[in-house]
């Protein structure tokens, strides 16, 4: 048998509210701003409940750099691989493996950069990237 506070948490009731196009509208991209539905940003509103902050927002730009460095940061994996293989098969390294080493943690510390960039709301109107 349910219990009595289980019963009281189901939404069973429903509001009717009629808006013009352009409050419609304002409510539809606050709530797609916010990544919430409209009945979700409307009841917490209604109910005076925190609305979370819209997502971040990246750069096109911003993206594909984050994206090339991985693809650097892949080949140096694949270069200090050949490194340690030729050092194991007591050949000569195609590179130091102290420099590939550094060269890897300075391109990570650039990808955390990267993906710390926010753009500022004067620039959102220009070319930003958000996921489906």
């Known amino acids: 048998m349910p219990k009595r506070s289980d019963q009281s948490l189901i939404r069973s ?8 196009p352009i409050e419609y509208e304002m409510i ?6 916010t ?6 940003l409307t009841r917490r509103s209604l109910l005076l409940q925190p609305i979370p902050p819209p997502p971040l927002r990246l750069s096109r730009v911003t993206i ?8 650097i940061g892949n080949n140096i994996n694949q270069l200090a691989k050949a490194t340690n293989t030729a050092i194991k098969m007591q050949l000569s390294p195609p590179a130091k493996p102290e ?6 943690e300075l391109l990570r510390h650039c990808q955390r950069e990267i993906a710390n960039t926010i753009i500022s709301e004067s620039d959102s109107q ?3 990237w ?3």
């Open 35 to 40: 990544g919430m539905s409209l009945g979700e």
């Open 126 to 128: 220009t070319d930003d």
């Open 64 to 71: 594909a750099t984050y994206l090339e460095l991985s693809r």
């Open 28 to 33: 539809r991209s606050k709530a797609i701003d």
């Open 130 to 132: 958000q996921p489906d």
């Open 99 to 104: 420099l590939l080493q550094e060269l890897l």
């Open 13 to 20: 009731k429903m509001l009717q509210a009629r808006f013009s």
